[in-house]
């Protein structure tokens, strides 16, 4: 691991800020609203899923590969020097790995926020597809609270 922690174009402390949250959370408002504030880079797989129109199309057998591109984009983003959100509902640990390892490679402060609210989902996710989401929830571990 890196002794320094890398240092964003604006010359503070560079952060890769994870938000996490079922559908309807407000985990998208969120992100959307901290990166106007701050000018900090916004991801999400979901943003890989848009046809050529402009509309949202989920489409299951493409998740590993949106999840794929959201990372990549991710490394550049952050390699340019950016600090990036990527809001994903990261029910489970193993979601966020990637994203954490990276963060340690690269040296660069990662923060976790989560996302509780209880809104309309822009996706029309199903409620049952929502509560087995809600079932397999993993807690944080302590050292990222």
């Known amino acids: ?11 503070h402390a560079q952060t890769l800020t994870l938000i996490r949250g079922l559908p309807g959370s407000g985990k998208s408002t969120l992100a959307k609203n901290l990166s106007k504030a701050t ?14 129109q402009g509309f949202y199309e989920f489409d299951p057998r493409r998740l590993k ?7 990549t984009q991710c490394r550049k983003a952050l390699e340019d020097g950016k600090n990036t959100m990527i809001s994903n509902t990261f029910t489970r ?3 966020m790995q990637a994203y954490i390892d990276m963060a340690e490679e690269l040296g660069i402060a990662l923060q976790i926020v989560e996302c509780h609210g209880n809104f309309h989902n822009i996706h029309q996710v199903p409620d049952e597809t929502i509560e087995a989401m ?10 990222y609270r």
């Open 134 to 143: 809600r079932d397999r929830w993993q807690e944080l571990p302590a050292q």
């Open 65 to 71: 590969d949106t999840h794929a591109k959201c990372e």
């Open 93 to 95: 640990l193993w979601e």
């Open 1 to 11: 691991m890196p002794s320094k922690k890398a240092k964003a174009k604006d010359g």
């Open 39 to 52: 000018g900090a880079t916004h991801l999400e797989a979901d943003m890989f899923m848009v046809d050529r």
